[in-house]
């Protein structure tokens, strides 16, 4: 049976390599906004009697959800014998719980909507945090596909005598796996969030370590004020400038900017969110999942 590769607008990239990789040919889709606001997609190659894999990244979902609902559900009713959807971010992870009363618990919701209609999901290190995996939420089976290892050949290629600090409780997952794959030194903190644009993050100790390049690295950055605060901290400490690593580079508004603008050295993604900071490529390991 034959694999057709599509993808949503903004994974260009990241579906060329896959395209690349793979030698599944790459489908194309249109997608047009009509006057009103609604949307229409056309599927334009054939996929009668195919596997089709779809590459969307989740972020900024709302604005994606509907089309990408559209898009599954005709490639279907033109003959597609099974949907793969490749969301290397996937949103509505982190409201896993009713923090206040009255409050939506999306993370479910989300996963009941999309495990309606694909077969199949592939991500990477979504923020799993209350729950423990997917299949807790998601209906339909899913492959989680951890960048630890990518992200700490990166590090031992690039970094001289780094020292790994993960900016709240919830980075220590990937921090402390990051640190062992690269045998390096690693610093978990505590953070408290205050609102959307508020957070404390607790003080380093670093004395030990001022011959070390800080790296830190959190799952997402979005706002970018976790990795904010805990860059004023060691720049009060004389550390020397820091680089940055997200997992998945959100940056929402002007956080990118905002971040640079503290005197970071760097501020590095992965490919799960096209971005100009994407410098550790996860095509590899997500071509062999889709193989
Ligand atoms: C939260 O639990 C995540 O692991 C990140 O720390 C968080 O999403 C970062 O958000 P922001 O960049 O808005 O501080």
Redesign the pocket.
């Known amino acids: 049976m034959r694999t057709i590769l599509f993808y949503f607008p903004g994974n260009e990239k990241l579906a060329q390599s896959l395209a690349e990789q793979t030698n599944f040919p790459l489908g194309k889709l249109e997608i047009r906004k009509f006057p009103d606001g609604e949307t229409l997609v056309k599927i334009l190659s054939d996929v009668q009697g195919q596997r089709v894999v779809i590459v969307c990244s989740l972020d900024r979902p709302d604005d994606k959800f509907l089309p990408l609902y559209f898009i599954c559900k005709t490639l279907k009713e033109l003959g597609a014998s099974h949907v793969t959807l490749v969301a290397p971010y996937l949103a509505y992870m ?1 409201q896993d719980k009713r923090f206040h009363e009255g409050e939506a618990v999306t993370s479910d919701a989300f996963a009941i909507l999309l495990s309606g209609f694909i077969d199949r999901l592939i991500t990477v290190d979504p ?1 799993l ?1 209350r729950h423990h995996s997917l299949s807790e939420i998601y209906s339909v089976p899913t492959t989680v596909l951890p960048a630890a290892e990518v992200i700490a050949e990166w590090i031992k290629v690039n970094i001289q005598k780094p020292l790994l600090i993960g ?2 409780e ?2 220590g997952q990937w921090v402390k796996e990051v640190a062992k794959l690269a045998n390096v030194p690693f610093e978990i903190l505590l ?1 408290n ?1 205050k609102g ?2 508020e ?1 404390e993050v607790s003080v380093p100790h670093v004395d030990q370590y001022h011959d070390c390049t800080p790296v830190l690295i ?11 605060e805990t860059v004023k901290h060691l720049l009060i400490f004389d550390m020397q400038a820091p680089v940055c690593i ?1 997992v998945h580079g ?1 940056f ?1 508004g002007n ?1 990118f900017s905002n971040l640079k603008n503290t005197g970071v050295k760097e501020i590095i993604s992965c490919n799960t969110i096209e971005h100009a900071s994407n410098k550790i490529d996860l095509s590899g390991l997500i071509s062999q999942s889709i193989e």
């Open positions: 982190r923020h945090h900016p709240d919830e980075s953070k969030r959307d644009n957070v959190d799952d997402i950055i979005s706002t970018a004020h976790t990795m904010m997200g959100v929402a956080a």
